[in-house]
């Protein structure tokens, strides 16, 4: 079945800089992959998608790549600041079944002044 | 004002007893979805419905159960069966025509079962 990690629980940067955040999965030939925020006790928000024949999408600050070959998507915020602070999931389409999503565990991003 | 509202935001319950959970889009979305989280743990899916009066198990259904009347609608019941019914349960939407699928989520419930 098809696995989905992402880089690390967490992650800490100050104000200013690139956060960059690693998806990987096996087992897998995604035709398109999903970014998500979530605010503690709240639902996740979808902020960008990717599909497998674009390299590089970008949305305001967020940059998302897309390696088919490495089975790797990263995600960038550039000019990070504290408000971006917030766990980030990715998500993969599932099987044959349409609109289905499989979700990375997500990485807790801390931006502190 | 669109989007998908879920109540209540918690929920307290006593072991043994059944308990729904109620998730209702305005999204005119055809597809639906509920997910459990857990700390540390990705959502997993346990339903998912899409179409009115069809719906498939996901990867945790055991104990659950859930009802598709109507387009607008996706109760999640949880019931005794369910051996650690405590968690944050969200429910989504999402379009099945055009290529995107992204899904809209509710603002969630917290089930806290004693």
């Known amino acids: 079945s098809q696995k989905i990690e992402q880089n690390s629980e967490a992650l800490n940067i100050q104000e200013g800089k690139t956060a960059t955040l690693t998806c990987n999965y096996t087992n897998y030939s995604p035709a398109y992959l999903q970014w998500y925020r979530q605010d503690p006790g709240r639902g996740p928000v979808f902020l960008l998608l990717?599909?497998?024949?674009?390299k590089e999408k970008r949305k305001e600050r967020l940059k998302v790549t897309f390696d088919t070959t490495l089975k790797q998507s990263l995600f960038h915020i550039t000019a990070s600041q504290p408000a971006d602070s917030a766990t980030y999931l990715c998500?993969?389409?599932?099987?044959?079944?349409?609109?289905?999503?499989?979700f990375g565990r997500g990485t807790q991003l801390t931006v502190w002044p | 004002d669109g989007g998908i509202t879920q109540s209540p935001k918690y929920l307290f319950r006593k072991e043994g007893q059944n308990v729904t959970l109620s998730c209702e889009q305005n999204?005119?979305?055809?597809?639906m979805y509920w997910y459990r989280q857990d700390p540390g743990q990705g959502l997993r899916l346990i339903y998912y419905?899409?179409?009115?009066?069809?719906?498939q198990k996901g990867d945790i259904a055991e104990g659950y159960s859930v009802s598709r009347e109507k387009k607008e609608s996706f109760p999640l019941t949880v019931t005794s069966a369910q051996k650690n019914p405590t968690a944050f349960y969200l429910c989504?939407?999402?379009?099945?025509?055009?290529?995107?699928?992204?899904?809209?989520f509710g603002p969630g419930t917290r089930l806290t079962v004693t």
């Open positions: 989504a939407s999402s379009p099945t025509s055009g290529s995107s699928y992204e899904q809209y």
């Open positions: 998500a993969l389409p599932g099987g044959s079944t349409l609109g289905r999503l499989y």
């Open positions: 999204l005119n979305h055809d597809a």
């Open positions: 419905s899409q179409i009115v009066n069809d719906f």
């Open positions: 990717i599909r497998e024949n674009e």
